[in-house]
Nanobody, 115 residues
């Protein structure tokens, strides 16, 4: 069982920045493929970004150059730096961990972009 706890969400004006963090339990964090997903009101959950155990990354086309994912294996955390935020980035953001025994999700953190 892997427990994930997100933090860092909030209300920000368009053009602002937020940094989301996800803390994971377990001693095998460095082996997990970590990801961020989001779900806007009335929409399905969508992929945002992923980082492998080796540090390779991938992004939703809409956030390339805007968001940066990173991980700190010593602290069991994965971060999502979000810059130049737009109203369409408003969503609940979820952290995920893919392990050899399954995929785990955090409870989500709300990001609202509005003036």
């Amino acid at each position: 069982q892997v427990q994930l706890v997100e933090s860092g969400g909030g209300l920000v004006q368009p053009g602002g920045s937020l940094r989301l963090s996800c803390a994971a339990s377990g001693s095998l964090f460095s082996f997990y493929v970590m990801g961020w997903y989001r779900q806007a009101p009335g929409k399905q959950r969508e992929f945002v970004s992923i980082i492998t155990k080796g540090g390779s990354t991938n992004y939703l086309d809409a956030v390339k150059g805007q968001f940066t994912i990173s991980r700190d294996n010593a602290k069991n955390t994965v971060n999502l730096q979000m810059n130049s935020l737009k109203p369409e980035d408003t969503a609940v953001y979820y952290c995920s961990a893919k392990t050899v025994v399954g995929e785990y999700w955090g409870q989500g953190t709300q990001v609202s972009v509005s003036s």
